[in-house]
């Protein structure tokens, strides 16, 4: 009986074993599994950028950057090992060379989001640098100077053309500038605000803003859209609350408000009829004072889309600038509202120049004025001359 048992237990088992053959392994998938790309920034983080859209012409260039330790690592590791967690990149719409159009921002922002940082795009909306002086409309877009509804929808195929390639790229774009240090409209002359009786009127500059706005809801519902204005100091005798509440009267539409921050420049103000020049550590108080009224006035995060302070010559020197940094960083840190700071081109070091600067023909054509001599360095960069971090970002480690 029992070998009976036994030897129907063995028939079953083979059965249900294949007859009793051995099964192989299932064929492994030939494709490897990726490693899981890094996690994105919280939302609730306070944003510690950079603006870097120098870098790809200086790594083209041969510069090779440096950890604090002087081991050799690609530009983002260096950044993120000093705190950092997000970058900013500019958009120029036919530049020199190509830097800081379409493609080298899509190549750049692949290794942003490769890296696991957070994504800025700034729409210069221009072929070169867009500022309060200098708003000019791109060569390409000369023979809509005056039209401005061509111009508003110039600006949004631009718009949608930038962001669907970096969709496209599986890249995210977290927060958008729809133009760049727009105290006075930009697209010059058809989006220039115009002054009356020291009263500002921002209507066609809103029209084009709202364009870009638009278009970037278009392609990025959920990213914060801004528009950006210098010097947030001066709003303490010059502008901002104005600026701000016309652009927002003529139907401006924002997610938030961005600012740009360098202490360090030459800073006067008029205060009670009388011109006055600041200290760096008094354009951040004002600066400061400003952003909190902001932040109240208008119920939006603010963001520093720009800030840096100057390197200095001497240890002393170097020392001063990264207390002023440091001391402006802890108070916006405290400000519920003021989602976060971007050091504008950290990775320079007083030295290095893009080509341009270097050709005064160049410059001339894309500035729009007379150049008769080359630009020096930016001196606002916080390496060192064999392209280390210095003492200045040690505030974003914090």
Not at 77 to 84: Q, S, Y
Not at 155 to 177: C, N, P, R
Not at 286 to 295: D, E, H, Q, T
Request: glycine letters at 8%; proline letters at 6%; one cysteine or more.
């Amino acid at each position: 009986m029992k070998r009976l048992f036994f030897l129907a237990a063995l028939l079953a088992a083979f059965s249900c074993g294949g007859g009793g053959k051995v099964q192989p392994d299932p064929t492994p998938d030939p494709t490897p599994t990726p490693d899981p790309e890094p996690e994105p920034t919280p939302a609730s983080a306070f944003v510690k950028g950079a603006d870097i859209s120098w870098a790809s012409e200086m790594e083209a260039g041969g510069i090779t950057f440096k950890k604090k330790d002087g081991t050799q690592a690609a530009l983002l590791d260096v950044l993120k090992d000093c705190g950092f967690n997000a970058v900013r990149l500019r958009v120029w719409v036919d530049p020199y060379e190509g830097w800081s159009g379409k493609e080298d921002v899509l190549e750049v922002a692949k290794k942003v989001k490769a890296a696991g940082m957070d994504l800025m795009i700034d729409f210069h909306y221009s072929d070169f640098f867009a500022d309060p002086s200098r708003q000019l409309i791109p060569a390409a877009w000369q023979a809509d100077k005056d039209n401005l509804d061509k111009l508003c929808q110039l600006v949004a195929s631009h718009t949608k053309d930038v962001l669907q390639a970096l969709k496209d790229a599986g890249v995210t774009v977290k927060w958008v500038q729809v133009g760049n240090e727009t105290r006075e409209g930009m697209l010059f002359p058809a989006g220039k605000a115009v002054w009356k009786n020291d009263q500002i009127d921002l209507t066609n500059f809103v029209k084009l803003y709202n364009a870009g706005y638009e278009a970037t809801k278009a392609i990025y519902p959920d990213a914060s859209v801004m528009p950006h204005l210098n010097s947030a100091f001066l709003s303490a005798s010059y502008g901002n609350p104005m600026w701000l509440d016309n652009f927002k009267a003529k139907g401006g539409k924002f997610d938030m408000i961005a600012f740009s921050h360098y202490p360090h420049l030459e800073s006067k103000m008029w205060i009670n009829g009388t011109e006055k020049t600041l200290t760096p550590s008094e354009v951040n108080q004002y600066a400061i004072a400003y952003i909190k009224k902001a932040v109240s006035d208008y119920g939006v995060p603010v963001m520093i889309s720009e800030v840096g302070v100057k390197q200095g010559k001497s240890d002393a020197e170097s020392r001063a600038a990264a207390s002023v940094l440091s001391s402006f960083l802890t108070e916006v840190k405290k400000i519920d509202k003021c989602a976060g700071v971007f050091y504008w081109e950290p990775q320079v070091n007083g030295s290095w120049r893009p080509a341009i600067y270097g050709k005064p023909a160049e410059l001339s054509q894309y500035t729009g004025a007379t150049v008769t001599s080359p630009w020096n360095a930016y001196d606002q960069g916080a390496f060192s001359a064999d392209f280390k971090p210095t003492n200045i970002l040690d505030c974003f480690a914090q």
